[in-house]
T-cell receptor, first 114, second 112 residues
Framework: EAQVTQNPRYLITVTGKKLTVTCSQN?????MSWYRQDPGLGLRQIYY???????DKGDVPEGYKVSRKEKRNFPLILESPSPNQTSLYFC?????????????FGAGSRLTVL | GESVGLHLPTLSVQEGDNSIINCAYS??????FIWYKQESGKGPQFIID?????DKRQGQRVTVLLNKTVKHLSLQIAATQPGDSAVYFCAGANTGFQKLVFGTGTRLLVSP
C-alpha cells in the first residue's frame, strides 16, 4: 500500500531531550515536507525537501532540523525541544515539480514537551 | 507573509443538503489552490485543486470556485453525507508547489 509512515505516533518528552520523528514513504516521491498543526492556526510548513540532499525552510523552521540522505526518508529532528513545540506533526510527500499536485500525508505524530 | 483562509470555524448541515465552505486568501501570487479534508485522527486528504487561471473546477460531488477579484475560494459539496463530516482546509501554493500555506479550517458537521 502506498503510504507515508511516521513514528512515533505519540510521544511525551521533557524540555531539552533530543528527539527524532521519522518519516518514510514508499512511493519513490521526490518531494517531502513537514508541517505542524496547532489549534486555530491550521497547518504550518516547517521544512521541505525537493530531493535527496536538498532541503529548505518553510514558514516555521526555528527549533527544527531535517535531513534527506535517502529518497524515502525525511526525519524531523528537535535538538532541544521546548514546550512551544508541543503540537501535532505531519509529514507529506508528492511526486515532484512536474507531477500531480497531490500531497500524501502521514497519519500524524502528536508530540508533548513538558 | 501570505495568509490563506478566513474560515468560519463550524458549518452544520443536514444530510442531503448541499454544503458550501468558504475561504479567503491574501496573496495573489498563489498559483494553485487546493482543498483538503481531514477526518479525526488522520492526516489531511486531497480533495480537489484549481489553478489560478481557472474559475471553476468540478470533481465527484465537489466543485471548487475561485474568484480572484475578491480573493475568495469556495468548496461546494453536493448531497452532503455523514461521511463528509470532517475539517476542511484550503491551501495556496506557489508555482513550483514547494510551499503550501494552509487556512485554519472549517469543521463540517452533517446530521442525519
Amino acid at each position: 500500500e502506498a503510504q507515508v509512515t511516521q513514528n512515533p505516533r505519540y510521544l511525551i518528552t521533557v524540555t531539552g531531550k533530543k528527539l527524532t520523528v521519522t518519516c518514510s514513504q514508499n512511493m519513490n516521491h521526490e518531494y517531502m515536507s513537514w508541517y505542524r498543526q496547532d489549534p486555530g492556526l491550521g497547518l504550518r510548513q516547517i521544512y521541505y525537501s525537493m530531493n535527496v540532499e536538498v532541503t529548505d525552510k518553510g514558514d516555521v523552521p526555528e527549533g527544527y532540523k531535517v535531513s534527506r540522505k535517502e529518497k524515502r526518508n525525511f526525519p524531523l529532528i528537535l535538538e532541544s525541544p521546548s514546550p512551544n513545540q508541543t503540537s501535532l506533526y505531519f509529514c507529506a510527500s508528492r511526486v515532484g515539480p512536474s507531477g500531480a499536485n497531490v500531497l500524501t500525508f502521514g497519519a500524524g505524530s502528536r508530540l508533548t514537551v513538558l | 507573509g501570505e495568509s490563506v483562509g478566513l474560515h468560519l470555524p463550524t458549518l452544520s448541515v443536514q444530510e442531503g443538503d448541499n454544503s458550501i465552505i468558504n475561504c479567503a486568501y491574501s496573496n495573489s501570487a498563489s498559483d494553485y489552490f487546493i482543498w483538503y479534508k481531514q477526518e479525526s485522527g488522520k492526516g489531511p486528504q486531497f480533495i480537489i485543486d484549481i489553478r489560478s487561471n481557472m474559475d471553476k473546477r468540478q470533481g465527484q460531488r465537489v466543485t471548487v470556485l475561485l474568484n480572484k477579484t475578491v480573493k475568495h475560494l469556495s468548496l461546494q459539496i453536493a448531497a452532503t453525507q455523514p461521511g463528509d463530516s470532517a475539517v476542511y482546509f484550503c491551501a495556496g501554493a506557489n508555482t513550483g508547489f514547494q510551499k503550501l500555506v494552509f487556512g485554519t479550517g472549517t469543521r463540517l458537521l452533517v446530521s442525519p
